[in-house]
């Protein structure tokens, strides 16, 4: 559906609207593997009110795709059917204290809500700092690292649902478990509210030091990459299986599987979306061939394929 005709639907509702939106909007430079293409119209609301007046709006036959900071995004290179919505960090990246709770916007990074809690000395909140997404992300996928994870701090969040109307989630609705929520998933998360412990503001500042430190020596954060590309499976590591398969450095294309951090696939400079996708799937295959294990994607992909692609995922995708 062209941009121009989703503009259209919206009747008068458009003028009540006080976000940008953009039709054909190229969608590469907004995610870290810098790859992608565009989506049939891309809408960047003011806030969480004008994001429902929006989604009220808005046919429900028109297909939604939500996008953060894009850090664990992979956009085909045929573009994205529909609307995305990118919220910003203007109106949904705000982080604010009050007691031991932290309220942040769902556009906020997950790095500046773990500064924000140690600045007010609540611990629990540390291992943000070595999750490059947003907060959105990271409750629809209840992210973690270095031995914490979105759950464990988790009191509730807000969300609009796809009329518009408002809805508030405890921990028993969003239904966490390992890298995944039960969320509905047409929800799209505006908020989200944690509860730190009291503690030493230097402790902390010291644990996040060491987890920056761990991800720079281990991991290639200064590539264009999509972060941790599979699940661990039950009981393994995933990188272990991707190294044992003799994946390190292979290539697809402009895609390479990281020489740093086998769990990381890595644009060299003139990847597309397809070559991440099927150098991703090559891996999976191998990694069946050699271990028996089907790894499971950790990145979300989304988005069609482009004219003349062919890429067959591997059987268990």
């Known amino acids: 559906m062209a941009g121009a005709d989703i503009l259209a639907a919206l009747g008068s509702a458009r003028d009540k609207i006080r976000g940008a939106l953009t039709p054909d909007a190229p969608l590469a430079d907004f995610t ?14 003011a806030d969480e009110a004008d994001l429902a007046v929006f989604l009220a709006a808005l046919p429900e036959t028109i297909p939604v795709t939500v996008i953060g900071l894009a850090s664990n995004s992979l956009v085909r290179d045929g573009g994205v059917e529909g609307v995305v919505i990118r919220l910003s960090a203007r109106g949904f990246g705000g982080v604010t204290i009050e007691g031991d709770l932290v309220k942040a916007g769902a556009a906020a990074p997950d790095v500046k809500v773990a500064r924000a809690a140690a600045d007010a000395a609540l611990s629990g909140l540390a291992f ?27 009191v509730e969040a807000r969300a609009l649902d796809r009329a518009g109307r408002l809805v508030v989630l405890d921990g028993a609705a969003m239904g966490f478990h390992y890298r995944h929520s039960d969320a509905p998933e047409g929800l799209i998360f505006t908020e989200a509210t944690f509860r730190g412990v009291p503690d030493d503001r230097e402790t902390i500042l010291a644990a996040m030091e060491k987890i920056t430190d761990s991800r720079e020596a281990t991991q290639p954060v200064k590539s264009r990459t999509g972060g941790s590309t599979f699940k661990n499976p039950p009981g393994g590591k995933a990188w272990q299986l991707v190294d044992q398969a003799g994946c390190r450095g292979l290539q697809v294309g402009g895609a390479q599987v990281s020489e740093l951090h086998c769990n990381f ?29 089907r790894l499971e994607w950790e990145i979300k992909r989304f988005g069609r394929w482009a004219d003349g692609e062919t890429i067959e995922p591997f059987l268990g995708a």
Do not use: H
Not at 132 to 138: D, E, L, M, T, Y
Not at 272 to 281: H, P, V
């Open 265 to 293: 696939l890595i644009n060299t400079g003139g990847a597309t979306a397809a070559d991440i996708e099927t150098l991703g799937e090559t891996v999976r295959k191998r990694v069946f061939e050699t271990a028996g294990v």
């Open 128 to 154: 943000f700092r070595g999750i490059p997404g947003s907060i959105g992300g990271a409750l629809r996928m209840n992210a973690g690292a270095y031995g914490g994870e979105t759950k464990d701090t988790f």
């Open 32 to 45: 870290w593997f810098r790859v992608g293409g565009s989506a049939d119209l891309l809408f960047q609301p």
